[in-house]
């Protein structure tokens, strides 16, 4: 959607091993987001960027760490995968000017087991 | 904290009957309101935002928000509801420019026959 490309879109994985999850955009936005949406707490700040190599922690960042090595893509890893971290995860980046707003990837589904 | 809360978890209304959702942000500075809506297995789509100006924000799919500052509130309102309206609903607001979306809980909207 809006040039924003998440990968893969569903991944099963077992606790204690890495995972990398992508966010791909073609659109140059500076700012990217990722966020994690769980049922009844709505869509949590996990990290997010500012720019190339420019990252801050989110709400909930505790288990996961970003990487930004260029504009187009953005990357959540997540340490050492444990069951609580079994959600679906959304990019998003921010789009300035006149359109000033948000676009949403269509989200990775990840279970961790 | 900045935050936004959406009271309601579910609400189920019938085909053709009016639909209010609510939303309030924490008071002091005025954040840029948002609505999204997530259908089953969906990402995010805005239906409208609100930054100033006209207090009656009019998006797409026949929505509309009222913005009150007295209340604190960004109600999404719909004067008459179809079956393919029923989806999760969010509320969300920006506190900052360049910074980051602050998500309510969500409300979950079923649609009666």
């Known amino acids: 959607d809006a040039g924003i490309t998440q990968s893969p879109r569903h991944k099963v994985t077992e606790t204690g091993t890495p995972v990398t999850l992508r966010c791909h955009q073609t659109?140059?936005?500076?700012?990217m987001y990722w966020y994690r949406q769980d049922p009844g707490h709505g869509l949590r700040l996990i990290h997010y960027?500012?720019?190339?190599?420019?990252?801050d922690k989110g709400e909930v960042s505790d288990g996961y760490s970003v990487s930004r090595s260029k504009t187009e893509d953005f990357l959540l890893t997540l340490e050492s995968a444990t069951s609580s971290q079994t959600s679906v995860y959304f990019c998003?980046?921010?789009?300035?000017?006149?359109?000033?707003?948000?676009?949403f990837g269509s989200g990775t589904r990840l279970t961790v087991v | 904290a900045q935050s936004v809360t959406q009271p309601d978890i579910h609400i189920t209304v019938s085909e053709g009957a009016s639909l209010e959702l609510r939303c309030n942000y924490s008071?002091?500075?005025?954040?840029?309101l948002f609505w999204y809506v997530q259908s089953p297995g969906q990402g995010l789509q805005l239906l409208l935002k609100?930054?100033?100006?006209?207090?009656l924000v009019q998006g797409i799919k026949g929505f509309e928000a009222e913005f009150k500052r007295s209340q604190s509130s960004f109600n999404l309102r719909k004067p008459s509801v179809h079956w393919s309206d029923a989806a999760e609903y969010f509320c969300a607001g920006l506190y900052n420019q360049g910074g980051k979306l602050i998500f309510g809980q969500g409300t979950e909207l079923s649609v009666k026959p």
């Open positions: 998003a980046v921010q789009r300035g000017g006149k359109d000033y707003g948000y676009t």
């Open positions: 008071y002091g500075a005025t954040p840029y």
């Open positions: 960027s500012y720019g190339v190599k420019d990252t």
């Open positions: 659109e140059n936005h500076r700012y």
């Open positions: 609100y930054f100033s100006g006209d207090t």
